[in-house]
């Protein structure tokens, strides 16, 4: 989602609104991330900030918004097994439990692109026209037959083929302006 980079741009540029935008999309995700290894919502709050904190610092530079999240719960990740460590509560992990905790990272990792997917097509969808939308809900969402969405558009099974069309299109050239091809989506 082009909007994150966009707000990180704005932040390096000095606009603290765009570190608050972030911080508004990654928040609560960094959060139950952290919390989910150290089981403290206090020392996850404050390692979830020592995360932002060193981008604000270190001020890197990334490409894609996936690198500025990796980036950022990598952070949260090596701070928190560091907590875990400093408490001693390391002692007993065994290689197979590290190893889980790696495939749920890459759980966590691949629920949140899912969400971000999500809310790139949610918002490329509100940019269509209204049939546009409405004809996509239907067949794609709702999983409608073109007939059964043509009767509750009101018009024949061959428009609704064309509207589905047109507006696929029209959804193509919008996603990939947000950076997406449609084998993404």
């Known amino acids: 989602m082009e909007r994150v980079l ?5 932040y390096l540029n000095g606009d603290q609104d765009g570190l608050r935008d972030i911080v508004e999309l990654y928040w ?3 959060l139950l991330f952290t919390n989910g290894y150290v089981h403290n919502l206090s020392e996850a709050e404050d390692i979830s900030q020592e ?18 999240k990796a980036y950022l719960f990598t952070i949260c990740r090596n701070r928190s097994l560091n907590y875990l460590k400093r408490q001693g509560r390391m002692q007993n992990i065994t290689p197979e439990i590290m190893e889980n905790m790696k495939d749920e990272m890459q759980e966590v990792e691949e629920r949140m692109e899912l969400d971000d997917t999500r809310r790139t097509l949610r918002h490329a969808m509100e940019q269509l026209k209204q049939e546009y939308r409405e004809v996509l809900y239907l067949r794609y969402f709702e999983a ?31 996603l990939e302006k947000e950076g997406f091809s449609i084998e993404n989506i």
């Open 6 to 10: 966009d707000s990180y741009l704005r």
């Open 28 to 30: 609560n995700s960094m």
């Open 144 to 174: 409608l037959s073109a007939k059964e969405a043509a009767k509750i558009m009101k018009c024949s099974e061959k428009k609704l083929t064309n509207l589905a069309y047109q507006a696929r299109q029209q959804l193509k050239k919008i």
């Open 51 to 68: 995360a932002l904190i060193k981008l604000s610092i270190k001020r890197p530079k990334f490409e894609h918004e996936s690198q500025l």
